[in-house]
Structure formats: C-alpha cells, structure tokens
C-alpha cells in the first residue's frame, strides 16, 4: 500500500471517529434533556443506554478501522445519530407510557428505550459481522433464485399458523419461543441483494427492446415476466398480510432497480401503471385500504382524534423551534414511539429539527448513490443503489403519510422507530454500503500495483458500461 | 428544573443537531476535493501508460487491445503480463455485453514473452481471420480475434 493511501485511510477514520463522536455527543444531550426536563436528575437508565451506544459504536468502528479502512467516513456516524436521536424520543415517551400505567393501576411497562439500545448492539454486531463475512461483495450475487425465494419465504413466514402474530390488523409478526420479530424487514434486505443479483445477471436481455409507443421503446411482452412476477407478489402481500408498506416498498425496488439495469425509460412507466392498477384494485377491494385513504382526504372527520389528526397536532403544536425534548405531549397520538416517530420528533424538536433529520436522510441516501457510482462492478452498483431506494422510499412513504402528503401506510421510520426487526436489518445494510464505499474507495485510491491491466480509454456511453470496462481483474480471477 | 436553563438547552440542542449537519457536509466536500486529486493523478498514471505503449510500438508487439464493436466498442486495454479472460461472466477480465459469448470464452495468455488466444470451450467459438482456432494461438499485432458477435483487435 502506497503512502498517499493509507494517508487517505488513516484520514477517513479519524474523520468518522470525530463524527461518531459528535454524533454520540448529541444523543447524551438529547436523553438528558429529557431526564432533567421530567426528573429534574439523571437516572440511571440514562447512563446505562449512553454507555452501550458508545460500547457498540466503538466496536463497529474498529471494526470499520481492520475491515473496511477506505470505507466512507459519514455512514456509521449518521445511522448512529439517527438511532441516538429515534432513542431519546423512545426514551421521553417511556416516561409517558410510565406515568400513564402509574395512574391506571397497572403495572409499569419496561423500557422500549433500553430494549432500542440492546438492538442496537445487536445491529452493531450484524454490521460488524457482515464486514467480516462478506470481505468482496461481489461473492453475495452468486444466489439470485435462493436469495430471492428465502427473501419470500421470510415475507410469507407470518401466514404460517402458530408462526405468525396478528397486531393492529397486519399479519407482520413471526413469534418464536417469545420473541416476536418482523421477518419482513431482514426480507428486505435479503430480497433487494436477491433482486440486484438477478438483475446484474440477466438485466441486460431484460432491456432488448422494443415497440415503439409515442415515441418511447416498450420492452417485448416476454421481458415483462420478472416484473408482472414481483407485482403479483406484492398484490399477495397486500391481500394476505394487509400490509400496504412492505409491499409498496419491494416493487418500488424492483422497478427502480430494473430502470438501472436496463436503461430504458418505459420500466419506470410501466411500473407506474402496474403500481396505479394494484392500488386502485385494492382500493376498490379492501376496507382497510379505504379507511386509509378517507383518512388521508380528511383527517379531522368526526371528533378529529384520528391517529394522522393527532399526529398534525403535535406537529402544529412544535411549531418553527418545538416544545424542547420532554415538554410536548406526543404521548397522545397512538403508536407515538413506532409509526408517528416523525410526529413526536416534529412536537419536541420543531420544523428546524425536523429538517436537520431530513438532511441526515438525504445525506445518508446520497452517499448511497455516490457509492453506487463509483464501485466498479454491476452488481455493487445495482446493491448500492437498491439500498440507498429502499432508505429514501421508505422514509418517503413514512413520513408522507405522517405530514398527509399520501396515505398513511405502515413502515418503520429507518433508524428512529422503535422496533428491533428494523434497525437490525438497517444496520446490515449500512454494513453493505460500507463493503462497498471500501473496495470503491480503495480502488479510487491505490495507484494500479501488482497484476492486471490499465483502462486507457473507454468511451462514456454510460456509467453502467463503464464500470463493465473497469473492472480489474484482482488475485483471483487472474489465476 | 430552571427554565432559562432548559431553554438554553433546548435551542442549543438544535444547535448541535445543525453543526452535526454542516460538519457532515464540510466532510463530503473534502471528500471531493480528495477524490479529485486522485483521480488527476490517475490521469497521470494513464498518460506515463500510453508513452509505454509507444515504445511497444517501435518493436510491434502485441501490447494491448481494441474492442471494435458492441456496447464497448472504442474499449482499449493495455497488457501487463496477466491472463485476460474474456467472457459474460461477472469475474472475467474483460465482461462483455453479447447473447453470443460464453461465460468464460477466450483466454489471452502470455507463455516465454509471445501472446497467445485460446478458447476456453465456448459454444460459438473463437475465430480467427474467419477460422474456429482450436490451439492456442500465437498473436500479432492487427490481428482481430472475433469472440462471439464481438470483434476484438490486437494493438501494439
């Protein structure tokens, strides 16, 4: 390794060092706000969180440090603070959910903040763990069709009688000796490597063309197989689990996805009419999706204390600069914790804080394309680029339906939600990101040693080709 | 617990939650700046690459190769003494983009200094001045090796 490299190394670490740093700094400041605002000290449960988010968070980054030295500076640090931030809110509407128990005679519930803090140890860990198992990326898009069926199989896990748990009217939940979990969210991410190795493979001949339609080339009606395939799936997810969000979200992939893969202008078209079609389908078909929808119209219907009216309260009530952490009451609004993070962060936190989150978000999907355009196979730029849609969509879906920009479905809010299932299967995919900014970032870096070819010159069709005519040969496929 | 206190903290918090955001961005723009200078010097790196190329030339040896045709076509690549192999496969070499390409199709490799082609028992074959070549083949330069619908050319 030459001298600029691990200059540039050493300098990316103690970047994300410092910004873990920060990043950890706020969360401290957040959860003792709320410790002082409503206990007037600082409880011990406080400091038990604090010392096991910066435990775990000082693990992933060494680990990042021996792994993934080139890898980029800014992924941990925000998914740190995003958890951090989601942790202190859980934290403030634990002390809501404690009174209201103590003044109902019931029996004072555990800690979701702290169960939030033990999953993130657990997240940490994956993402270390997939850092140390997957040391090229390129070696996890051998399974397509096992990936893609496991990633099903995991969706469909809840039909399963005995298996699945029904809460709030969807089918989610897998509960095995006790723990219950949402196999949905680890499908995600299984299901979204599934997809970018199909479509790294065969992506191509799904892009030969074509009739022509106002002027657009349509795909031949034997390449729409995949894509009617993935739709009927999410129909099915839809009738079967009622679960409008994780099925929005897997053909939202797979549609973007396939827009990269093959480069052509209809895919996203024709995913809209499909997508157009299931929705009215289901509009047409299902009560849930109506009340959904009438919601969504009129929030404010009868006595106006329906969970998105509720939800635009609080965030009406925050206002420009918010109430303060522990000074609002977003205890109100049902699900204040999971589904309506965004209304109780919007309460306490107001619009400038609520923008700052965005901002974390758009970095944190930004990255994710950046990384997508510099990593130097198909692949890695179809993984890269479906994780960075699934980040952005599903945040969209979620906070959309929170501010009754579309119909509120159900998603967890990467990050900030309460809930284990999630945040795990959102650090693993940060592990991903990482694997894949390193082995950009250390080809970008390291000057071209030991064996294998220069590209002179390659014409810029487009960034797919090029990453095609890129691709060093490395060790292994050289033998 | 002191209002004016919490009301420090409560602004100074989203105070921390913004400098957190700028210090984000201030890192993505040294970023840029980074990656520009590597990749100037590896604008560097290609240049010294094409004056050895020149030299080669002087002896007509074959140094490196064309692709003529297909979505990669105008592709140069120069040797370096490595085995290239050419194919659909995502671990080859050189990935070529053609329905009429084997996974592992044709190999390039270099025995005692010559280059030779082979072919690595693809379904079309690998064709050499309109004939399926069965043995390894010795290079030269202008030579164009056809592997699959693909036209590739030997440069000096």
Redesign the interface.
Known sequence: MSATASRSRNRARTQEAWLLGCALFITAVGMVTVDLTLRDTITALTLRILSTLLGASVIAHIVIRIRAAHADPILLPLAVLLTGIGTAVIHRLDFADELRAINRGEPIPASKAGAQATWFVVGAALLALTLIAVRDHRRIQRYPWTLTLLGLLMVLAPLVPGLGRTIRGATLWVSIAGLSFQPAEIAKVVLTVGFASYLARHGRALGALRARFMRIPFPRPRDLGPLLTVWALSLSVLILQRDLGTSLLFFGVFVVLLYLATEQRSWPLIGLAMFSTGAAVAWWMFAHVQIRVALWLDPFVGDGTSQVALGLYGLANGGLFGAGLGAGYPQLVPFAESDFIFASIGEELGLVGCIAILMIYAVLVARGLKIANTVRDRFGLLLASGIATVLALQTFVVLGGVTRLIPLTGLTTPFLSSGGSSLVANFIMVGLLIRMSHAARSAATTPAAGPGFDVVSAPRHDMAQTTQVIELPNARNIT | ?NEL???A??????G??????F???S??R??LK??SA??S??RA??AS??TT?RDRAQKAQPG?IEILDG???????????????IGRA??????L?D?YVSSKHTRLRRVDNVWFVEDLGSTNGTWVNRARITNATPLSVGMVINVGRTPVKVTA
């Open positions: 617990m206190l919490l009301t903290i409560r602004f100074g918090f989203l921390l939650l913004w400098i957190f955001v210090a984000v961005m890192t993505l040294r970023d980074g990656a590597s990749a010097s590896r790196d290609l690459n094409r190329r490196g979505p990669l076509a105008g592709a140069t690549m120069a040797f370096s003494g490595a085995d290239i192999v995502p671990d080859c070499t050189i990935v983009i329905d």
